[in-house]
């Protein structure tokens, strides 16, 4: 945590961006903001993030005491551009070329060996620096307002669910910043994909809804070098962080994106099966919400019963939300139907994983 002058309320504007008048109007407070060392909660396709000038470290400062985030995790830094992201960076490879062409703008993050003007703050003291460029149209053209990238980690306090909507983070953080930027509903739903380029092979440290057989088709373009015993031609799946290893990107916390009430991921073979392991728990029915997408219990004795659609795409985009009604709902238990063991559910699977969590 970090000392700062954030602890005094302050009054906390939203603005609307559904009009392309309102939209310039929203750009231009918070680049003013950002431009005198603010801190502002803008939105992303993936998820709302909470932006500071990410050249400036005592900025930086504030989202982490904000946040309420461990220093030892670093934050992803945005940029409108590959020009801009390699200035924040020591080594730009062709396959960092290859990979952006292909997936940016969009939900992929880069982690590369960290340019000198970085703060430590941002990469947690690491040697490498993870940096993304968003999709998101507001979030662009604030960074072209500024002129500078922003360091912008999920608006939640840390270790909380992921806003994908305004009213998410103004309920976390009202009266604790300035502003907070409407952009609708998250189009993507949860955090980016994180790969690792500062290592051969390539390693996927966040798993996210670009899956790693999508990258895989990028990074075997690669010819291998013949002096690697390994090829780079691959990309590693995730693994778990070693004990006192420094963190290389964010999402790499055993537990992460969880909501106050206890998370389980089960399969059940039908209503009476899936009572029967909650009753095992020694939860009250009426106290657990259930969130499913293939065998739908009826709702009748549960607190609360979700339908989720069986497509990763839209699964993504509504879980944070759902389970942020479930919280708000006050409930005790949630039971998420466990998600299918394919490709393009294991960025959902991982978010799950961490919510599920006991450590």
Same mark, same amino acid.
């Given at each position: 945590?970090?000392?700062t002058?954030?602890?005094?309320?302050?009054?906390?504007a939203?603005?609307?961006?559904?009009?392309?008048a309102?939209f310039?109007?929203?750009?231009?407070?918070?680049?003013e903001?950002?431009?005198?060392?603010?801190?502002?909660?803008?939105?992303?396709?993936?998820?709302y993030?909470?932006?500071?000038n990410a050249?400036?470290?005592?900025?930086v400062?504030m989202?982490?005491?904000?946040?309420?985030?461990?220093?030892?995790?670093?934050?992803?830094?945005?940029?409108?551009?590959?020009a801009?992201?390699?200035?924040?960076?020591? /080594?730009?490879?062709?396959?960092?070329? *290859?990979?952006a #062409?292909a997936?940016?703008?969009? &939900?992929?993050? !880069?982690?590369? =060996?960290?340019?000198a003007?970085i703060?430590?703050?941002?990469?947690?003291?690491?040697?490498?620096?993870?940096?993304?460029?968003?999709?998101?149209?507001?979030?662009?053209?604030?960074?072209?307002?500024?002129g500078?990238?922003?360091?912008a980690?999920s608006?939640?306090?840390?270790?909380?669910?992921s806003?994908?909507n305004?009213?998410h983070?103004?309920?976390?953080?009202?009266?604790k910043?300035?502003?907070?930027?409407?952009?609708?509903p998250?189009?993507v739903g949860?955090?980016?994909?994180?790969?690792?380029?500062s290592?051969?092979?390539?390693?996927?440290?966040?798993?996210?809804?670009?899956?790693?057989?999508s990258? /895989?088709?990028?990074?075997?373009q690669? *010819?291998?070098? #013949?002096?690697?015993?390994r090829? &780079?031609?691959? !990309?590693?799946p =995730?693994?778990?962080?070693?004990?006192?290893?420094?963190?290389?990107?964010?999402?790499?916390?055993?537990?992460?994106?969880s909501?106050k009430?206890?998370?389980?991921?089960?399969?059940?073979?039908?209503?009476?099966?899936?009572?029967?392991?909650i009753?095992?728990?020694?939860?009250q029915?009426?106290?657990?919400h259930?969130i499913?997408?293939?065998?739908v219990p009826?709702?009748?004795?549960?607190?609360?019963?979700?339908?989720?659609a069986?497509?990763a795409?839209?699964?993504a985009?509504a879980i944070?939300?759902?389970l942020h009604?479930?919280?708000?709902?006050?409930?005790?238990?949630?039971?998420?139907?466990?998600?299918?063991?394919?490709?393009?559910?294991?960025?959902?699977?991982?978010?799950?994983?961490?919510a599920?969590?006991?450590?």
């Amino acid at each position: 945590m970090f000392e700062t002058n954030q602890s005094a309320l302050v009054d906390t504007a939203v603005l609307a961006t559904h009009t392309p008048a309102l939209f310039t109007e929203a750009v231009a407070r918070t680049a003013e903001l950002l431009r005198a060392g603010q801190i502002v909660a803008l939105p992303t396709e993936t998820v709302y993030g909470l932006a500071a000038n990410a050249l400036n470290p005592s900025a930086v400062a504030m989202v982490f005491d904000v946040k309420g985030r461990p220093a030892h995790n670093p934050v992803i830094v945005h940029v409108a551009g590959v020009a801009m992201a390699r200035h924040c960076v020591s /080594q730009w490879p062709k396959l960092a070329d *290859k990979l952006a #062409a292909a997936f940016w703008p969009g &939900p992929l993050t !880069i982690v590369l =060996p960290r340019a000198a003007e970085i703060p430590d703050i941002v990469t947690a003291s690491g040697g490498t620096v993870a940096v993304r460029w968003s999709s998101h149209p507001f979030v662009q053209e604030v960074i072209r307002a500024c002129g500078f990238p922003l360091a912008a980690p999920s608006a939640n306090p840390a270790g909380e669910l992921s806003p994908t909507n305004a009213r998410h983070v103004l309920k976390s953080f009202s009266g604790k910043i300035p502003l907070i930027i409407d952009g609708g509903p998250a189009q993507v739903g949860i955090e980016s994909t994180v790969l690792d380029l500062s290592t051969s092979p390539a390693r996927v440290l966040r798993p996210g809804m670009i899956s790693i057989e999508s990258l /895989q088709s990028i990074v075997e373009q690669e *010819k291998p070098a #013949a002096n690697l015993e390994r090829s &780079p031609s691959s !990309i590693e799946p =995730p693994a778990p962080s070693l004990a006192g290893e420094t963190l290389r990107s964010p999402g790499q916390l055993p537990k992460h994106y969880s909501p106050k009430a206890k998370l389980v991921i089960w399969n059940w073979r039908d209503a009476a099966d899936l009572k029967s392991q909650i009753s095992n728990l020694k939860f009250q029915m009426q106290k657990t919400h259930v969130i499913a997408h293939t065998r739908v219990p009826a709702a009748e004795g549960f607190g609360r019963v979700s339908v989720m659609a069986r497509d990763a795409d839209a699964f993504a985009r509504a879980i944070y939300a759902e389970l942020h009604r479930c919280d708000e709902q006050s409930a005790e238990l949630i039971v998420v139907e466990a998600v299918p063991e394919e490709a393009a559910w294991q960025g959902i699977a991982d978010r799950l994983r961490r919510a599920a969590s006991q450590a």
